[in-house]
Nanobody
Framework: QVQPVESGGGSVQAGGSLTLSCTAPGFIASRCDLDWYRQAAGKEREWVSSLNPDGRTVYADSVKGRFTISKDKAKDTVYLQMNSLKPEDTATYSC???????????????WGQGTQVTVSS
């Protein structure tokens, strides 16, 4: 199983930046997709960004141009660089490995425990 672990959350003022990390040993070798989600208090979970094994990235419209997803293959780690943060970005951010239905990547499909990001105005 490719189990992700997030880190890097914290508190920041509006306009500031944070970088979240998601370390998932084996996700490169297993060719997992890696997704970031967030869930604000009292709201449904929202997809934020995805990175596929070939390096393709996609973003939700709400974060496009402000957030950047990237990976360090040597560390089996994916980063979410968050710039120009807004109070509405406040949420628990979680990463998820995903097989997208691939048998080869069947060890994916696991959630991390989440990390809290709080943006004050």
């Amino acid at each position: 199983q490719v189990q992700p672990v997030e880190s890097g959350g914290g508190s920041v003022q509006a306009g500031g930046s944070l970088t979240l990390s998601c370390t998932a040993p084996g996700f490169i070798a297993s060719r997992c997709d890696l997704d970031w989600y967030r869930q604000a208090a009292g709201k449904e979970r929202e997809w934020v960004s995805s990175l596929n094994p070939d390096g393709r990235t996609v973003y939700a419209d709400s974060v496009k141009g402000r957030f950047t997803i990237s990976k360090d293959k040597a560390k089996d780690t994916v980063y979410l660089q968050m710039n120009s943060l807004k109070p509405e970005d406040t949420a628990t951010y979680s990463c998820k490995t995903d097989s997208r239905g691939s048998w080869f990547s069947r060890g994916c499909n696991n959630w991390g425990q989440g990390t809290q990001v709080t943006v004050s105005s």
